[in-house]
């Protein structure tokens, strides 16, 4: 019991002059003793990731990268992979940090993930103005050929296309669809199939504990599987709140994934403890809430988390990880959208410049209270 609560306890107590230091100096401590990290904790449940950053990707930040390194074991990136950085301009790809980062996975034994191969947001401007669905098409396919290709072997698994569908599961009218058709999604999963065929092929969207939006994947899913093409799971990225979505809504998306025989993966799990700038003006998602920025209302812990709020937040990870521990045998992946809250993008979204606290470790790469209730959850 000892053991367990005392990963970080157990430092504290027996090389005390160094955790202090450690402290004063916001160091990371990798484990030293015995005790098992969180994926180790979690190895025979389902991977454990978090999205990295390029500043980990290219050794800028080498505090993060001991973490990442520790305590997950698979990787996925923030936005490195991302068309726009990979291929600027027609057929002129840059492959540096994409290649740095695959590096980082393989000399670290790790489950890595590719994100995302097509996705309207961060794409390059020469797509958005190509006219001819002809052009469109080829530079689809040669992306999709070019990248997956490269890492044959070595990315396990792509994030085939990312957030098509509307809040009504209808197609999101995306320049994909227009340029494509209706059945591209079909058509883009085909190309990355041939491209590598061992790789998992993932479609990931967000806000599936919307009844609506979830139905449309899943259609979608099944004309996929009914036409013979590969699709192995479903990702639910996981933005979350503290009092959203409930554990139910939260059961429905893994029971109604994991129906149709392909895997459960939470790709990007955050949870915001901040003011929701819709809850006052309404649900309309194109809002620019600049207007907000600089509003203690809006930012009400610029200097730390209340220790009631921290204990809110450690329990609903607890929560939601009971959860995921009993539908272990239909989760494959749980990815953090981050690792510590100083670098996550929800100090910026949707209201800029905010200090928020989503993730596990804190801005002095610490693990918070969330993490022990994690490590804690499962018995050696
Ligand atoms: O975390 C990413 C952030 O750094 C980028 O500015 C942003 C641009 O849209 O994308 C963020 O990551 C997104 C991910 O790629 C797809 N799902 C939503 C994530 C958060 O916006």
């Not at 070595?154 to 209808?170: C, L, Q, R, Y």
């Not at 994934?257 to 194109?286: Q, R, Y």
């Amino acid at each position: 019991m000892i053991k367990k609560i005392g990963r970080f306890t157990f430092t504290v107590i027996t090389v005390a002059t160094v955790s202090i230091l450690s402290c004063a100096n916001g160091l990371y401590k990798s484990n030293t003793d015995t005790t098992d990290s969180l994926s180790d904790k979690y190895k025979d449940l389902f991977h454990l990731g978090a999205a990295i950053n390029e500043d980990i990707i290219m050794g800028r930040d080498s505090q993060s990268k001991n973490i990442v390194t520790s305590e997950f074991n698979s990787i996925t990136p923030e936005n490195s992979l991302k068309w726009m950085y990979l291929q600027p301009f027609p057929n002129k790809f840059n492959f540096g940090a994409a290649d740095k980062y695959v590096e980082l996975g393989k000399k670290n034994n790790m489950h890595i993930v590719g994100h995302a191969l097509v996705w309207h947001n961060q794409l390059a401007d020469f797509m958005k103005t190509t006219v001819s669905p002809d052009e469109f098409t080829n530079h689809v396919e040669n992306h999709i050929n070019t990248v997956v290709s490269r890492y044959k072997g070595e990315i396990h698994a792509w994030d085939v296309v990312n957030e098509a569908f509307n809040e009504d599961g209808s197609l999101r009218p995306s320049v994909f669809k227009k340029q494509m058709g209706d059945n591209y999604i079909e058509d883009v999963f085909k190309l990355a199939e041939t491209a590598d065929p061992d790789a998992d092929l993932i479609y990931n969207d967000y806000n599936l504990y919307k009844p609506a939006k979830l139905a449309g994947v899943l259609k979608m899913v099944k004309r996929l599987q009914a036409n013979g093409t590969k699709i192995n799971a479903i990702g639910a990225q996981a933005h979350w709140r503290l009092n959203s979505p409930s554990l139910d809504e939260i059961e429905q998306i893994i029971l109604h994934i994991s129906e149709l025989g392909v895997e459960v993966m939470f790709t990007e799990l955050d949870i915001t403890v901040l003011p929701n700038p819709w809850e006052l003006v309404g649900a309309e998602v194109t809002q620019n809430f600049s207007k907000f920025e600089g509003d203690p209302k809006m930012d009400p812990y610029p200097k730390g988390l209340p220790k009631s709020v921290e204990k809110q937040l450690a329990k609903r990870y607890e929560d939601i990880f009971k959860l995921f521990v009993k539908h272990q045998d239909k989760i494959s992946r749980v990815t953090f959208w981050g690792v510590m809250d100083k670098h996550s993008w929800l100090n910026d979204w949707p209201i800029n410049g905010r200090t928020n606290y989503p993730l596990l470790f804190d801005r002095n790469y610490q693990p918070k209270k969330a993490y022990n209730k994690l490590i804690n959850l499962i018995g050696n």
